[in-house]
T-cell receptor, first 111, second 114 residues
């Protein structure tokens, strides 16, 4: 079946620290992979995506590379800001019309 | 474009009451879906639709009904509310049904069932 596993939080970092949020997946076929971000009281917003192996998605300083050999799609940012505080969701879309989400990782960045 | 809109933002129901959560999108998207978000469980798919007149069940459909009479609207009906349905509900839409398309989310409805 299809599933996503992401690192549990919460994660607390100081401003300008390096961020990694791990995400691994299980899927039938060749999925597309996504990172979504949810700010307090809001819906989810697409942060970045990759649709095939070795693709790198990037946006707002965040990056993630689709690694088929390790079934991973880890989210990274070189220098986090207070405004990056949010909940981050890894997700996949494979066969059929369904998305599968991880449980979310809460990030707090302190000045 | 307003994107995906949901009403109401907050709702409190008593056990056994029924209600409809509204969802609309103005992007002419084919695909629409409903999720519930519970602490520690991420988002779980309730129902989805690949076009007007076509709906299907997701992972957790029990206790919920949907219909899709127009491209724009996709209401979610709770037939007889239960405390286990206390959750935050998100509607989403997507321009296509292929798996490379991202989903666009509404702001959510926070439902409490007492």
């Amino acid at each position: 079946g299809n599933s996503v596993t992401q690192m549990e939080g919460p994660v607390t970092l100081s401003e300008e620290a390096f961020l990694t949020i791990n995400c691994t997946y299980t899927a039938t076929g060749y999925p597309s992979l996504f990172w979504y971000v949810q700010y307090p009281g809001e819906g989810l917003q697409l942060l970045l995506k990759a649709t095939k192996a070795d693709d790198k998605g990037s946006n707002k300083g965040f990056e993630a590379t689709y690694r088929k050999e390790t079934t991973s799609f880890h989210l990274e940012k070189g220098s986090v800001q207070v405004s990056d505080s949010a909940v981050y969701f890894c997700a996949l879309s494979a066969t059929g019309n369904q998305f599968y989400f991880g449980t979310g990782t809460s990030l707090t960045v302190i000045p | 474009n307003a994107g995906v809109t949901q009403t109401p933002k907050f709702q409190v129901l008593k056990t056994g009451q029924s209600m409809t959560l509204q969802c609309a999108q103005d992007m002419n998207h084919e695909y629409m879906s409903w999720y519930r978000q519970d602490p520690g469980m991420g988002l779980r798919l309730i129902h989805y639709s690949v076009g007007a007149g076509i709906t299907d069940q997701g992972e957790v459909p029990n206790g919920y009904n949907v219909s899709r009479s127009t491209t724009e609207d996709f209401p979610l009906r709770l037939l007889s509310a239960a405390p286990s349905q206390t959750s935050v509900y998100f509607c989403a839409s997507s321009p296509g049904t292929g798996w490379s398309y991202e989903q666009y989310f509404g702001p959510g409805t926070r439902l409490t069932v007492t």
